[in-house]
Nanobody
């Protein structure tokens, strides 16, 4: 079992910044990638960004150039990731979820990000 805990969400004005964190605990050995997804009311959950153990990243089109995903490099496995969100827009408002996968998918409980116009 893997437990994911997110933190760092909140309310920010458009143009502002927030930094999210996600820490994995439990059976974290063998985790090769972690990522961020988000879900706005009435919309499907979508990819925000992912990062692999070797640092390779993938971003959703809507956040490229504004968001940066990073990992805690102090450990040999990826277990803590961050999402630096800059130039936030009202359309970034959503619940942000951390995810990882071994045999099963594991999701965090989500953290609310609200961007006011």
């Amino acid at each position: 079992q893997v437990r994911l805990v997110e933190s760092g969400g909140g309310l920010v004005q458009a143009g502002g910044s927030l930094r999210l964190s996600c820490t994995a605990s439990g059976s974290i050995g063998g985790i090769n990638a972690m990522g961020w997804y988000r879900q706005a009311p009435g919309k499907q959950r979508e990819l925000v960004a992912t990062i692999t153990r070797d640092g390779s990243t993938v971003y959703g089109d809507s956040v490229k150039g504004r968001f940066t995903i990073s990992r805690d490099n102090a450990k040999s496995t990826v277990s803590t990731i961050y999402l630096q969100m800059n130039s936030l827009k009202p359309e970034d408002t959503a619940v942000y979820y951390c995810k990882t996968q071994k045999v099963l998918q594991y999701w965090g409980q989500g953290t609310q990000v609200t961007v006011s116009s």
